[in-house]
T-cell receptor
Framework: KAGVTQTPRYLIKTRGQQVTLSCSPI?????VSWYQQTPGQGLQFLFE???????NKGNFPGRFSGRQFSNSRSEMNVSTLELGDSALYLC????????????????FGPGTRLTVT | SQQGEEDPQALSIQEGENATMNCSYK?????LQWYRQNSGRGLVHLIL?????REKHSGRLRVTLDTSKKSSSLLITASRAADTASYFC??????????FGAGTRLTVKP
């Protein structure tokens, strides 16, 4: 099976712009989660989507949003970029959604490294 | 905010030695997972242990979970240079979100 893919791998944007990142989960996986990783804050949970519905959301401002399509592919959008948004954005997929009795492991993509200048 | 805290922050050992990393957390959890990350790349899942389990093994990896102490440990036996990476614990809490610790940076010297 192909792994989780994320596009683009690298991105440079200017403050105030907006950005859309894409994630294709492993075939058959319906849960997609997004994480932000920075040296200062570490790995932080952004949100989780399952069957096109947002199930959980981390403690991030409304500038961060996401969606999931019927084929389970997911996008996340960051509007009005700030310098502090520079980070590695990781997407992870799993068979089942969080909170279900038999939670599966998550499979991570290689990430999108976003630099905001 | 982070739920788990790994200890130590950094660990350096010789090839062939065992490496033990610890993780403590604050609230009740559904399960705890350990992941490995090689320098700025995606995470690789190692082991998932559920809240009603106490110990799991996978190859050279052994994970224990003590819910009364809210702590877990990851033991890597007979370490290899290829084990050099950052190791994270992640907890899935009862409200369903996942929280990662700050990680332990393991260096295995050949």
């Amino acid at each position: 099976k192909a792994g989780v893919t994320q596009t683009p791998r690298y991105l440079i944007k200017t403050r105030g712009q907006q950005v859309t990142l894409s994630c294709s989960p492993i075939s058959g996986h319906r849960s997609v989660s997004w994480y932000q990783q920075t040296p200062g804050q570490g790995l932080q949970f952004l949100f989780e989507y399952f069957s096109e519905t947002q199930r959980n959301k981390g403690n991030f401002p409304g500038r961060f949003s996401g969606r999931q399509f019927s084929n389970s592919r997911s996008e996340m959008n960051v509007s009005t970029l700030e310098l502090g948004d520079s980070a590695l954005y990781l997407c992870a997929s799993s068979l089942r959604a969080s909170g279900e009795s038999y939670r599966d492991e998550q499979y991570f993509g290689p990430g999108t490294r976003l630099t905001v200048t | 905010s982070q739920q788990g805290e790994e200890d130590p922050q950094a660990l350096s050992i010789q090839e062939g030695e065992n490496a033990t990393m610890n993780c403590s957390y604050k609230t009740s959890i559904n399960n705890l997972q350990w992941y490995r990350q090689n320098s700025g790349r995606g995470l690789v899942h190692l082991i998932l242990i559920r809240s009603n389990e106490r110990e799991k093994h996978s190859g050279r990896l052994r994970v224990t979970l003590d819910t009364s102490k809210k702590s877990s440990s990851l033991l890597i036996t007979a370490s290899r240079a290829a084990d050099t990476a950052s190791y994270f614990c992640a907890t899935e809490r009862n409200n369903n979100d996942m929280r990662f610790g700050a990680g332990t940076r393991l260096t295995v010297k050949p």
